[in-house]
């Protein structure tokens, strides 16, 4: 099975496949109990979105993987740069 089939995403929901655009960019995700998550999106397989969260230095947290289904999200967001 060649790499690209492994990172296809075969799931129906219309938010994970958008996500999928945004590989390795910022994103800020809102769940559907209201968290906010922001970090860089690393993956989108199987109806779940991983999200490498930032360094947090107030509570000296260091990066983090975050999981998430997509049918948990709401709605994502990000930021786009004028070239």
Excluded: Y
Aim: positive net charge; charged residues 40%.
């Amino acid at each position: 099975m060649s790499s690209k089939k492994k990172d296809k995403c075969r799931c129906t929901d219309c938010l994970c496949k958008l996500l999928k655009e945004f590989k390795h960019d910022e994103v800020t995700l809102r769940t559907k109990a209201g968290d906010i998550i922001t970090g860089e999106l690393k993956r989108v397989k199987d109806c779940c979105v991983k999200i490498i969260e930032p360094e947090v230095m107030s509570t000296f947290v260091s990066n983090r993987l975050t999981v998430i289904r997509c049918k948990d999200i709401e709605s994502f967001s990000v930021d786009l740069l004028d070239d």
